[in-house]
């Protein structure tokens, strides 16, 4: 069982660091994992979200995704 106290300093973490440690600690359930790879995408993931709340992105319905991509595979 994890430490109250543990708990209590994992919650009191920004949600970027708690994100983070959650990230982790996920990892570390699966240490044959390529982290290299993962690490670049949450780096992309983290580029994108910035950029999204910056005003310098904007995002698409999944409907209009889908549409999209079905649109690519039909040429």
């Known amino acids: ?8 300093q994992a919650l009191e973490l920004s949600q970027k660091d708690r994100a983070q440690l959650a990230h982790f600690l996920i990892d570390s359930l699966n240490p044959d994992a390529d982290f290299e790879s993962q690490e ?16 310098e992105t904007s995002t698409k319905s999944w409907n209009k995704v889908k549409e999209n991509a079905q649109d690519l595979l039909n040429k």
Do not use: P
């Not at 069982?1 to 209590?8: F, G, H, Q, T, V």
């Open 40 to 55: 670049a995408w949450s780096k992309e993931l983290e580029s994108r979200i910035y950029q999204y709340e910056q005003g």
């Open 1 to 8: 069982m994890i430490n109250k106290s543990l708990k209590e």
